[in-house]
């Protein structure tokens, strides 16, 4: 199965940009990357995927290396909400779906 | 509302007791899937299904049993549970592959 890699934590000042990077260079032509965060005491919540192109939705941007063996979120301005894990995974399009969401990444957003 | 629920939100029980958790979803959904979140671990997959009778097991199997006879939901079942089985375990669930989870609010399970 296809593995990601993140940092296993970040400090950010709030209302400043966040970049949170990923490393999946086993990543297949049909896995999308997808981007959830996980507040405390909650459930993981959806971020942003995209497969090859660069997305952006109301919470973040994802930016996708041309070789798509890294990405990157934005976080455009951090508030204290966004201070959460986050998890960079790969989803295959074609079945394989055990899903290895790892130890993700701590963001500390700093007032 | 578009959701998944699960139930119960809280449970403790002893060594052995079979129990079960059950997840639903009202989003007519292809996919779903169970973890569990341990400290230092972070969020593990248990088992998956990609649609009415069909399951398969993801990476932390042993000691769960999962069933798929409604599209909806998607029971996670303990039929002799042990302490190493105390953890926060999560349901999701998503319209087919590839596409964004939708994750359950969560179950902390207890075993004494």
């Known amino acids: 199965d296809a593995k990601t890699t993140q940092p296993n934590s970040m400090e950010s000042n709030e209302e400043e940009p966040v970049h949170l990077p990923c490393n999946h260079s086993t990543i297949s032509g049909t896995d999308y990357i997808h981007w959830y965060r996980q507040l405390p005491s909650q459930g993981p919540e959806y971020v942003i995927h995209g497969l090859t192109s660069n997305v952006n939705n109301r919470m973040a941007s994802l930016a996708i290396a041309e070789d798509r063996k890294s990405s990157t979120l934005i976080l455009h301005r951090a508030t204290l909400r966004d201070a959460a894990v986050y998890y960079c995974i790969l989803r295959d399009r074609w079945g394989n779906n055990r899903l290895a969401f790892g130890k993700g990444n701590q963001v500390v957003v700093i007032p | 509302e578009a959701q998944v629920t699960q139930n119960p939100r809280y449970l403790i029980t002893v060594t052995g007791k079979k129990l079960t958790v059950t997840c639903s979803q009202n989003m007519n959904h292809e996919y779903m899937s169970w973890y569990r979140q341990d400290p230092g671990l972070g969020l593990r997959q248990i088992y998956y299904?990609?649609?009415?009778?069909?399951?398969d097991k993801g990476d932390v199997p042993e000691g769960y049993k999962v069933s798929r006879k409604e599209k909806r939901n998607f029971p996670l079942i303990l039929e002799s549970p042990s302490p190493n089985q105390t953890s926060l375990y999560f349901c999701?669930?998503?319209?087919?592959?590839?596409?964004?989870?939708?994750f359950g609010s969560g179950t902390q399970l207890s075993v004494l």
């Open positions: 999701a669930s998503s319209i087919s592959d590839g596409e964004k989870l939708f």
């Open positions: 299904s990609m649609n009415v009778e069909v399951t």
